[in-house]
Each structure stands twice: as C-alpha cells, then as structure tokens.
C-alpha cells in the first residue's frame, strides 16, 4: 500500500506545471517514441536499415551501442545515487569527493542523521531540528 501512495504521488509531480513543461514533456516524449519506432524497424528488418554500407560506420555503431550497453550495466549494478543542491561546479564535486574519501569514517557517519525507508519518504522530507543529512535508504549500507 506505501509504495501505491508513492508512485500516485509521483505521477502527480511528474504531471503537474506550467504550458511550457508539458511541451517540453511532450516534445521529449515523442523524441522517444520515434526512437522506440527506430528500433522496432531495426529490430524486424536487421541493421541493414540504418544504411551503413562501409567498415567504419558499422566500427562505430557497434561500439557506440556496446559503450551504452556498458554504461547501462554499471548504472544498474553500481546505483549509487548522489543528489546536491550546492551551486558547485564538477570540479569542486571532485575535490569534496577526495577530501571526503580521506575523511574519518566516524566523522562521516554522523553526518548522516536519520536514514528512512522508501515507503517512508514523507518522513525524511520532514525536517528536524538535529538533522545534518536524512537519507531514503534503499538497501543496507555497505561496511
């Protein structure tokens, strides 16, 4: 019943805002539906409909396609999730990530005040008054 609450509350977000959202939405939506086609016609006729007649251009779409295949699988087996609302620029996201690697791990453990299940997420959106970071854990954290 928690997770029906959260996917109606997230499908109320993602529906929700102005005219120029939904076009954007809209024009989103279709960019993936004609790819979806794409690849349907591709998928019933053979890669032969992408016309590619040469070595090089069968190279590269091959490898592109074997690169995104990669990056895929490492989005699902390593789904660590990092959210900020810092305006920091990614070399300063890089230089955090060093300083805090080197961190004391007691001192990085109590930054992380309250941690709340999925079905819970109302309650971490709730602020408290000793909160540092509220984390939505969705596995158990590694040692």
């Known amino acids: 019943m928690h997770l029906k609450a959260f996917l109606l509350s997230a499908l109320e977000s993602a529906t929700s805002g102005g005219r120029a959202y ?12 004609t790819g979806g086609y ?15 007649t040469d070595h090089v ?12 295949v990669g990056v895929a699988a490492a989005a699902v087996l390593k789904n660590n999730v990092v959210v900020g609302s810092v305006n920091a620029n990614k070399r300063h996201w890089y230089r955090a990530g060093e300083v805090l690697a080197h961190a004391d791990r ?5 930054l992380i005040t309250r941690r709340e299940r999925p079905e819970n997420f109302k309650q971490a959106l709730e602020r408290n008054p000793d909160d540092i970071k509220v984390v939505i854990q969705f596995s158990p954290a590694p040692l």
Request: hydrophobic residues 50%; aromatic residues 16%; without cysteine.
């Open 22 to 33: 939904h076009i954007w939405m809209g024009t989103l939506t279709l960019i993936m539906l």
């Open 106 to 110: 007691k001192w990085l453990s109590r």
């Open 38 to 52: 794409a690849y349907s016609v591709q998928l019933r006729e053979g890669l032969i409909v992408t016309g590619m």
């Open 57 to 68: 251009s069968w190279g590269l779409y091959i490898s592109n396609f074997t690169f995104l």
